[in-house]
């Protein structure tokens, strides 16, 4: 990028909103996975027609732009790899509306996801897509990873409820997607297109959510078993019971010794797993919902049941299941994070297999998560200098995916692609949908300008 480029971007964004010493860029060179490359430059637009003029300048131009939120991706989806321009919304982070009669927010891709749903709660309404990083993900984030989090089971992910877009296209064109209202059938759904691109196909600049109103309550839960397979077996058998909690968290052994010194009362020695399971609903639903669940699970008598009394012990369970990812590299300095799906009736034989999986290649690995849904986070823990350790990684995570795949599962369910599973997507698409998936990277952005080098395999990017 030449001194040329780097004048006309400071006059697009104003030379206090372009950061280009080493100390400001290497605050953008990171995510969650913990990698770093260096962008050449950092611009904090404040307008759609601001970021369609850096993407003109882009086209014609041909360097790299990424676009990146708060930077806690796990898959590198936020990272310069190529070099190039990182566009950050800290700037575009205005909550524009809440509309109330309609139930839908307009936002602008900056907002923080856990800001957006405290402002909602004090006006009784909710958006349910709840990340465990809620604290500091953006909504724009959220939209290209398509995030989930533990509410899914119930609610779903963040394609369900974003209705409509503003997109930057590659070329700077100002594209809106999708509609306000209910419903909405004209054309091609674009807004699902773009939902989970990972920052390939376009920048989003606005985002029109889909409400709901909050749950007047919600029952805790916490279950405690010394057996992993009468765990992941409860699982299954809660959904096909009827049951629908809005969240069913599971934690092995392990992910619970990272995080048992944040519960006041830690779990008791041979707890080998635990599920966190809420309900909500009205007060007189969840009395009527606490009654089954409770008589269920005891005529499983398959573990030991709690129920939290009180807001403080709600808080300290969820702040101890949030801190699990975070709190693994306690055990390793580094982590091969995965975030594989199974059908929830597959659960007790993928635990099962990445327990044998750490036996057989001598690696810590933790397995925590949505497991109401069938997404479990797969953590491998690794020591990248120690080289036969990380190799030793890189194989549990090959294999694992293969086993995922062998049981109809996926092999991303929130995380996405971005260029640490890249050199694994054809292990799950055929060569036909692949071609297709690049042909539409191809057709938005011909010169490969928006985020080069993620999702498809370097060998076959377009
Ligand atoms: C402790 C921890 C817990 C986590 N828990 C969960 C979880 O429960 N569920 C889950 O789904 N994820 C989880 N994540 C992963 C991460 O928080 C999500 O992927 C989140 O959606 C990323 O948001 P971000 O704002 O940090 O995006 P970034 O990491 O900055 O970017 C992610 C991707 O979005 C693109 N992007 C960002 N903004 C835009 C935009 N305006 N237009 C187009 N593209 C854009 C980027 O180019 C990149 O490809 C967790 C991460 C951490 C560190």
């Known amino acids: 990028m030449d001194a040329q480029i780097l004048k006309q971007l400071a006059q697009i964004v104003g030379a206090k909103h372009l950061l280009t010493s080493p100390e400001e860029l290497a605050c953008y060179s990171f995510d969650g996975t913990g ?16 970021i369609a003029s850096l993407l003109q300048l882009a086209n014609t131009r041909r360097f790299p732009v990424i676009p990146r939120g708060a930077g806690s991706g796990m898959t590198g989806g936020a990272l310069p790899v190529r070099g190039g321009l990182v566009i950050a919304f800290s700037r575009m982070n205005r909550i524009l509306e809440i509309d109330r009669e309609n139930m839908i927010a307009v936002v ?34 959220n939209a290209a990873e398509c995030a989930g989090g533990p509410s899914a089971v119930k609610y779903g992910v963040t394609r369900d409820y974003i209705i409509g877009l503003e997109v930057v296209l590659a070329d700077g064109r100002i594209m809106q997607t999708g509609v306000r209202t209910e419903k909405g059938v004209v054309g091609y759904d674009l807004t699902h297109l773009f939902i989970g691109s990972e920052g390939t196909l376009g920048i989003f600049t606005k985002l029109i959510l889909r409400l709901l109103p909050l749950p007047e309550a919600k029952a805790t839960f916490l279950l405690s078993f010394s ?33 048992a010194g944040r519960l006041s009362s830690p779990p008791a020695k041979e707890t080998k797993a635990l599920l966190l399971i809420e309900f909500d609903g009205t007060a007189q639903q969840l009395t009527d919902t606490t009654a ?31 801190s699990i990812s975070p709190a693994t590299l306690s055990l390793k300095p580094h982590k091969i994070s995965e975030d594989v799906v199974v059908p929830r009736s597959k659960i007790p034989k993928l635990v099962a297999f990445t327990e044998k999986l750490a036996d057989r290649l001598k690696l810590i690995i933790l397995t925590f998560g949505h497991a109401g849904d069938g997404n479990i986070h797969v953590n491998i823990m690794v020591d990248k200098t120690d080289t036969d350790e990380y190799q030793r990684g890189m194989q549990a995570k090959k294999q694992l995916f293969e086993y995922v795949i062998s049981l109809d599962g996926t092999i991303s369910g929130e995380h996405g692609i971005g260029t640490t599973k890249a ?3 054809s292990m799950e698409l055929s060569p036909t949908t692949l071609a297709v998936m690049q042909g539409i990277k191809t057709l938005f952005d011909p010169n490969d300008i928006l985020n080069p080098g993620k999702i498809f395999p370097s060998s076959q990017h377009p």
């Open 227 to 259: 057996s992993i397979a009468d765990a992941t077996t409860l699982v299954g058998e809660i959904m096909s019971a009827g049951l629908v909690p809005c969240t069913l968290e599971y934690m092995d052994k392990t992910a619970i010794a990272v995080v």
């Open 108 to 141: 602008e891709p900056g907002v923080i996801t856990g800001e957006l749903q405290s402002a909602l709660q004090k006006k009784g309404l909710m958006y349910p897509p709840d990340p465990a990083s809620l604290k500091f993900c953006s909504l724009g984030g």
């Open 292 to 322: 089954r669940f409770t008589t269920f699970v005891r005529s499983k008598n398959s573990c030991t049941l709690q129920q939290a009394t009180n807001a403080g012990e709600k808080k300290e369970l969820w702040l101890a299941r949030r």
């Open 423 to 425: 050199e694994f997507i």
């Open 35 to 50: 990698q770093s490359f260096m962008p050449e430059a950092v611009a904090l637009p404040e307008s759609a027609s601001q």
